[in-house]
């Protein structure tokens, strides 16, 4: 049987273990502070795409969320999400909602919604606040609330993406995530 | 005082524990547990002739991409997607910190090598890298051989005109992107 004197001057002559630890855990991955070492751009399932056409072309839902994993490296101060729109951009209004590994809320872009931008470019949706995310896996969901403007969603893989159904535009709540791949669901979508 | 009773049967020092952590770490930094293989961009081509767009080089531009490296390594090199036509020309990679100043550059006197394959362009001498951002170039002197670079995306690519080939200097990195213009490139 051992035992651990917790005070400082049994652990070493003069060492002061607390800047030992802060050193050491400076050297680690998940270092310390708001904005991550690796940058902020994260794209849902680890997808970058070929081109702006591509992946499936989709047509919106109502009350539905398109939703992809995404994995965050590092401590991450995220602005928002980037998403890339399909064939017919404009009309529609579009949010952007941050989702934990459980499925709950973290963070949304305007929940009024944002006009959906121009066919086939990546448009940009700023959080209502920032969110400072640690490491670890997340989910992004993109929501309109019409049926005139697409999305281009990933056509194959093996990791997370689906649709959530019987949602209200405008009022995110929580999800059960995806536990499978469903192709021409989760969207194309990098965080930044 | 306090004192905690541990499970060992043999007493055990937090500074024992501490140093052990250390040493894993210096270890980890030498060797990468993530290994070398970054793609910049994220991007990995889906074929080597058809896999980015086909790309001219421009003599005394430098086609740069974000690159993030997830773990401490020590990075050989930059490999690099050659486009429809390789040769004649000379090709360089440089490596850049977050904010553009120079890190590690392989040699000028390499020639451009085969089309449509990957070619290593390794550093006159090998780079520690930390996890972090960091920014990829490639440059040719000429404009016969041709590159793949990444066609779509939402991160920071740009071409960088205005250099001079071979004398590597500090650049204001993209912070969009620019279709054509970031290389298809991974570090080894």
């Not at chain 2, 993530?34 to 074929?47: K, L």
């Not at chain 2, 449509?116 to 090998?126: M, V």
């Amino acid at each position: 049987m051992g035992y651990l004197q917790l005070s400082q001057p049994a652990l070493g002559v003069g060492e002061n273990i607390g800047a030992r630890m802060d050193a050491l855990e400076a050297l680690q991955l998940s270092v310390k502070g708001t904005i991550s070492p690796q940058g902020t751009h994260f794209y849902a399932g680890g997808y970058v795409p070929v081109s702006f056409t591509d992946g499936n072309d989709t047509t919106d839902i109502t009350n539905d969320i398109w939703v992809n994993e995404v994995r965050i490296r590092g401590n991450t101060l995220i602005t928002g999400v980037s998403y890339l729109i399909g064939s017919v951009g404009t009309t529609d209004t579009v949010i952007a909602i941050l989702y934990d590994s459980s499925g709950n809320v973290l963070a949304y872009s305007a929940l009024a919604g944002t006009t959906v931008g121009t066919a086939e470019t990546f448009q940009r949706l700023p959080f209502v606040t920032a969110y400072q995310a640690s490491p670890g896996l997340y989910y992004i969901g993109i929501s309109t609330n019409g049926t005139h403007a697409h999305l281009q969603t990933q056509v194959a893989g093996n990791h997370n993406a689906g649709v959530i159904t019987g949602q209200t535009f405008g009022t995110p709540t929580a999800i059960t995530p995806p536990s499978t791949f469903t192709a021409n669901k989760g969207p194309i979508a990098m965080l930044y | 005082m306090s004192y905690l009773q541990l499970s060992q049967p043999t007493p055990e020092s937090l500074l024992d524990r501490v140093a052990a952590l250390e040493t894993l770490e210096v270890t980890a930094r030498a060797t990468g547990i993530d290994g070398q293989h970054f793609y910049a961009g994220t991007f990995v081509p889906a074929s080597l002739s058809t896999g980015g767009t086909n790309t001219q080089g421009v003599a005394n531009a430098i086609w740069v991409s974000e690159l993030r490296i997830s773990g401490n390594v020590l990075l050989t090199g930059i490999s690099v997607l050659l486009g429809g036509t390789g040769g004649t020309d000379h090709i360089m990679a440089i490596l850049y910190d977050q904010y553009g100043n120079v890190l590690a550059h392989s040699a000028s006197t390499t020639v451009v090598g085969t089309l449509h394959t990957f070619q290593r362009l390794a550093f006159t001498a090998q780079y520690q890298a930390s996890p972090g951002l960091y920014y990829v170039g490639i440059t040719t002197d000429g404009t016969t051989a041709y590159i793949q670079t990444q066609p779509a995306g939402d991160h920071a690519t740009s071409e960088i005109t205005g250099q001079t080939f071979g004398t590597p200097t500090a650049i204001t990195p993209p912070l969009t992107f620019t279709a054509a213009t970031g290389p298809v490139a991974m570090t080894y």
